[in-house]
């Protein structure tokens, strides 16, 4: 059986984007069928595509979510977890990552295509990109999804 982290890098060597790959690792565990998991997380890629927020962090958000996003109005209590998760999530991942911010993480900001075209050609998504879906996967299950 394909482990969580394996999973996602399968994924995202088969074309998706990082969000897509960490959230899909996740989804039928939280009940989400793998196509919509797929489909929802798709605009996220390349830091929101547009060289912000990574991509595997912004999958990652969606799991916690998953977890313990509010669902029901005025579940103030749900809101604020939830909120505190993200926070403690994204903090641990500044850490280990250096950044949250993908053209930060790269050192290339890939919505442009003179930025793509360097981070294609020094070969960081597959390399420094993949890291990186492996690690968001990793400090998941580190902590508990």
């Not at 927020?53 to 977890?67: D, H, M, Y």
């Not at 029901?72 to 994204?90: Q, R």
């Amino acid at each position: 059986m394909q482990t969580k982290q394996e999973l996602a890098v399968d994924f995202f060597n088969s074309g998706f984007n990082c969000a897509q790959s960490v959230l899909v690792s996740f989804c039928e565990k939280y009940g989400v069928d793998k196509k919509n998991a797929l489909k929802i997380s798709s605009g996220l890629g390349s830091g929101f595509r547009s060289g912000k927020i990574c991509g595997a962090a912004s999958g990652a958000v969606l799991v916690i979510g998953l977890k313990y996003g509010q669902y029901k109005a005025g579940d103030t209590s749900s809101k604020l977890n939830c909120n505190a998760k993200t926070v403690e999530f994204l903090n641990a991942f500044r850490m280990k990552n250096k950044s949250c911010i993908c053209r930060e993480i790269l050192g290339y900001d890939i919505s442009t295509p003179d930025g793509y075209e360097r981070a294609q050609s020094k070969n960081l998504f597959k390399t420094t990109c993949v890291d990186i879906v492996k690690s968001a996967v990793e400090m998941l299950e580190e902590l508990g999804y």
